[in-house]
């Protein structure tokens, strides 16, 4: 059995300081059995960044069936996400603070937790500037991928929305419902993603270690990798603005 000691001394190991601003995507099932379950890996990666640091957990919504005919709705306190156990338990701590955006929002724990989520359902598209997603990259953030590949590293839509890759959007925004943290309703044109393109962000994983963007190593029994957000933006975008569907699954 796993203790939370555990995963922070291999949090240490992989690279993880005080003062680091880290977005984390878990299978926890591949880390093995661990005390205190979800919320337990959560503790751990908020302790390992400390006061002075940040903690950012991906708690999406938004689903295929969004449409303009079909405006996502969502309640900030209230809607759960379908991004896993540890997201749902980061975004049930009392010092959590969730994203207002309608189906990309992200909680987040720790320093600045309010500028890194502020305004983001007012974004043009879901990951791109203005964006929690952007910030950390515009910020030394890092990305941790736990048990999981980089094709669930929600960044690489980052790379998608910022070399405006024709497959990625839909062409027509909708008028999403937003509940506040005060329980007030908002009515919010939003840009959808849109499902389907089968894509495989793996491919610059080799490119991305070459260039000593990411760095492998393990948390309990799960194989983790740890990116640099901003070099990693910058080698994705140069390579899709050449070539919009390098990343596309022919």
């Known amino acids: 059995m796993l203790t939370i000691a555990d995963i922070l001394d291999d949090l240490r190991k992989l690279g993880i300081k005080e003062g680091d601003r880290v977005l984390v995507h878990t299978s926890l099932s591949k880390v093995g059995m661990l005390e205190g379950g979800p919320a337990a890996f959560v503790e751990a990666i908020v302790s390992a960044v400390g006061n002075e640091g940040l903690a950012v957990f991906p708690t999406f919504t938004g ?17 759960p996400c379908w991004t896993g156990k540890v997201p749902e338990a980061a975004r049930r701590r009392e010092d959590a603070i969730r994203s ?26 879901p990951c791109s500037h203005g964006s929690p997603f952007m910030k950390l990259a515009e910020n030394s953030g890092k990305i941790l991928l736990v048990g999981v590949d980089h094709n669930s590293n929600t960044t690489f839509h980052t790379a998608e929305e910022l070399a405006d890759c024709p497959y990625h959007m839909l062409p027509e925004p909708a008028l999403a419902t937003v509940v506040d943290y005060q329980r007030k309703e908002h009515k919010i044109l939003t840009a959808l993603h849109k499902w389907g393109t089968e894509r495989d962000f793996n491919r610059l994983e080799e490119e991305f270690i070459k260039q000593g963007i990411q760095r492998n190593g393990k948390i309990g029994n799960a194989l983790c990798r740890l990116i640099d957000t901003k070099p990693m933006l910058e080698v994705a975008v140069a390579i899709l603005k050449k070539d919009p569907y390098f990343l596309v699954v022919n």
């Open 100 to 125: 207002l955006h309608p189906t990309h929002s992200v909680v987040a724990i720790g320093a600045d937790n309010k500028q890194l989520v502020k305004d983001h359902e007012k974004v043009e598209t």
């Open 63 to 79: 689903t295929a069936q969004d449409s303009a005919e079909n405006p996502p709705y969502f309640d900030v306190r209230e809607t």
